[in-house]
């Protein structure tokens, strides 16, 4: 009794393994570009992250231009 006897069930476990990797690449990459989309629309209107600096308020550059 070899490995032969089980060589159906390890090629149908690796085929489902490939395919469920396959489908997650997939997924986050939609998910990716659809976040992409949703930041680039949302810049666009003006909202940033908060991850960038903020820009300074009127009165404070008025301040320190005086």
Do not use: C, N
């Amino acid at each position: 009794m070899g490995a032969t006897a089980h060589i159906d069930f390890i090629a149908a476990a690796y085929t489902a393994a490939a395919i469920v990797i396959g489908v997650l690449i997939v997924w986050v990459t939609y998910d990716y570009r659809a976040l992409r989309r949703t930041l680039a629309d949302l810049e666009m209107h003006g909202i940033t992250r908060r991850s960038q600096p903020a820009r300074a308020a009127p009165t404070q550059q008025a301040k320190e231009d005086a």
